[in-house]
């Protein structure tokens, strides 16, 4: 369950918290270079090669407005069930207690051969993010859009493949999904 959401005006700023693996825990990722002094990161967990299950381990209440969640890959090559996956999510952002939770889907991979085929199992997990996002009524987003091409590897064109889709649930809330087929 949210907090009661803060009201946001252009002249006041906004908190948030991460969880995530090496897409946010690399040196200038996206965090570093969101160029907007009222988002204001406060805390949060990223790690390279972190898992769902590696995340809640480290998560921490934080009371941010939002919690960006960028998680699954790792889970992805892992084999870990998608359930697991989902359920451990759903906890990160129970115990961050934060207003409002985004949950970005894993990014394509270009690894379809040997044991684990991350490209196929990506398109599955990204389907049950998007599933546990629109149930919960989080907003899902898709921040590789702009590079996925419609197999799921890296290399689509923004012609293409940057569609959007949205689904209401609950009404005050969007779940989107950014995908070449307009639902991952």
Request: hydrophobic fraction near 40%; charged fraction near 25%.
């Amino acid at each position: 369950m949210f907090r009661a959401r803060a009201k946001i005006t252009p002249d006041s700023s906004m908190t948030f918290a991460v969880s995530g693996d090496s897409v946010t825990a690399r040196p200038d990722s996206w965090r570093d270079q969101l160029g907007d002094r009222r988002l204001r990161l406060v805390g949060g967990f990223a790690e390279d090669g972190a898992t769902s299950e590696r995340a809640f381990g480290q998560v921490r209440r934080s009371l941010a407005d939002v919690l960006v969640v960028m998680l699954g890959m790792n889970d992805v090559r892992e084999g870990v069930p998608f359930e697991e996956m989902t359920a451990n999510i759903e906890k990160i952002v129970r115990f961050a207690e934060c207003q409002t939770a985004l949950l970005c889907l894993v990014p394509p991979s270009n690894h379809s051969d040997g044991a684990v085929n991350q490209r196929a199992l990506g398109v599955v997990a990204n389907r049950h993010l998007f599933d546990l996002g629109a149930r919960r009524g989080w907003i899902v987003a898709d921040p590789f859009a702009f590079a996925r091409a419609s197999n799921n590897s890296w290399g689509g064109d923004r012609a293409t493949t940057a569609r959007t889709r949205c689904r209401t649930s609950p009404p005050r809330l969007r779940s989107a999904c950014v995908c070449s087929s307009g639902r991952p």
